[in-house]
T-cell receptor, first 111, second 111 residues
Framework: SQELEQSPQSLIVQEGKNLTINCTSSKTLYGLYWYKQKYGEGLIFLMMLQKGGEEKSHEKITAKLDEKKQQSSLHITASQPSHAGIYLCGADGGGSEKLVFGKGTKLTVNP | DAGVTQSPTHLIKTRGQQVTLRCSPKSGHDTVSWYQQALGQGPQFIFQYYEEEERQRGNFPDRFSGHQFPNYSSELNVNALLLGDSALYLC??????????FGPGTRLTVT
């Protein structure tokens, strides 16, 4: 079965700093999702990547999919306290199938 | 446009009891998936419903069952509750093969 490993597990940065979160899959990535979760709450959809080399941006968050490396990265530019939370990557088999998730990366942004 | 809604928000049950959780999908969505998220872990797929039928199932015992209604809303039932069933239960909806949107979750505590 597919497994996703996220790194780092937790991250503490100063406001204004850039940061990167990685998600590595044990199998070929077809669809890769990034979600943000506030503690104990639901998941907020950030981005979905489907093609190798695809890159998407939303405000100050950019995600890339490296199909060959079976890896995706999430980059936040000029971090703000509002970026704090748990970032989860999820992968599916290419359709609206079950998602397999990583354990998440906890991001803390200090003002 | 209302997103995915779940009820109740919190629930406390005793071991051996039964529980029903409810989910209303985002408008225009026809597929509902349920996930269990233990503390500090990523969500684990329970099952998915489409056209009122269970389309996929994760590695969960038969104590976990579900239903989808003609209006696409869904229920998750858990029988003979165990302490280990304490978790955040998340519902996600999608339209066919497109991205899944999650609800705020139901926090279930089993004592």
């Amino acid at each position: 079965s597919q497994e996703l490993e996220q790194s780092p597990q937790s991250l503490i940065v100063q406001e204004g700093k850039n940061l990167t979160i990685n998600c590595t899959s044990s199998k070929t990535l077809y669809g890769l999702y990034w979600y943000k979760q506030k503690y104990g709450e639901g998941l907020i959809f950030l981005m979905m990547l489907q093609k190798g080399g695809e890159e998407k941006s939303h405000e100050k968050i950019t995600a890339k999919l490296d199909e060959k490396k079976q890896q995706s990265s999430l980059h936040i530019t000029a971090s703000q306290p509002s970026h704090a939370g748990i970032y989860l990557c999820g992968a599916d088999g290419g359709g609206s199938e079950k998602l397999v998730f990583g354990k998440g990366t906890k991001l803390t942004v200090n003002p | 446009d209302a997103g995915v809604t779940q009820s109740p928000t919190h629930l406390i049950k005793t071991r051996g009891q039964q529980v029903t959780l409810r989910c209303s999908p985002k408008s225009g969505h026809d597929t509902v998936s349920w996930y269990q998220q233990a503390l500090g872990q990523g969500p684990q797929f329970i099952f998915q419903y489409y056209e009122e039928e269970e389309r996929q199932r994760g590695n969960f015992p038969d104590r976990f069952s579900g239903h989808q209604f003609p209006n696409y809303s869904s229920e998750l039932n858990v029988n003979a509750l165990l302490l280990g069933d304490s978790a955040l239960y998340l519902c996600a909806s999608s339209y066919r093969v497109y991205e899944q949107y999650f609800g705020p979750g139901t926090r279930l505590t089993v004592t």
